[in-house]
């Protein structure tokens, strides 16, 4: 809620609790959150 009152789509923000042994699923996630992301185009912060 906090994110939508200051105008950030809760879809900019994600939290994951990955172990150091997990190498590969931290690459997946960084790679799925990255596509997220960009397919919600620029932050409406950046000018």
Do not use: C, H, N
């Not at 906090?2 to 960084?30: C, H, K, N, T, Y």
């Not at 397919?39 to 950046?46: A, E, N, R, T, V």
């Amino acid at each position: 809620m906090m994110l939508e009152d200051l105008g950030i789509e809760a879809e900019r923000f994600r939290i994951e609790w990955i172990s150091s042994a997990e190498g590969p699923r931290f690459a997946q996630i960084v790679k799925d959150f990255t596509e997220q992301v960009k397919k919600l185009g620029p932050s409406p912060y950046k000018t």
